[in-house]
Nanobody, 122 residues
Framework: QVQLVESGGGLVPTGGSLRLACEVS????????MAWFRQVPGEQREMVAH???????YHSEAVRGRFTVSREKGSHTLYLQMNNMTPEDTAVYLC????????????????WGRGTQVTVSS
């Protein structure tokens, strides 16, 4: 089994910053890519940032220039540095990972964490 656990959410004022972390553990053979999504009740889940394991990063237009996705080399931990936050950034932030579990004989699966709440006050 593969587990993802997000941390770092909380309440910040407009203009504030937070750093989210997502740790992957379990039967991981190889991670191909990881991503951050956010979910507001009643709305579609939105991809915020994506990072392949060879370092190609994507940030959505809504967060580009304010948020930065990164990963520690040699670590299965993904980060999202969020700066200059606005109330529109309020959401549950979820992490996903495209993982080959156990060995190269297994197909790639996408795994999800349970999310962490981020609230930006006006």
């Amino acid at each position: 089994q593969v587990q993802l656990v997000e941390s770092g959410g909380g309440l910040v004022p407009t203009g504030g910053s937070l750093r989210l972390a997502c740790e992957v553990s379990g039967s991981v053979f190889r991670i191909k890519a990881m991503a951050w999504f956010r979910q507001v009740p009643g709305e579609q889940r939105e991809m915020v940032a994506h990072l392949t394991y060879d370092g190609l990063a994507y940030h959505s237009e809504a967060v580009r220039g304010r948020f930065t996705v990164s990963r520690e080399k040699g670590s299965h931990t993904l980060y999202l540095q969020m700066n200059n936050m606005t109330p529109e950034d309020t959401a549950v932030y979820l992490c996903s990972a495209d993982v080959i579990p156990y060995s190269s004989d297994y197909p790639t699966n996408t795994y999800w964490g349970r999310g962490t709440q981020v609230t930006v006050s006006s």
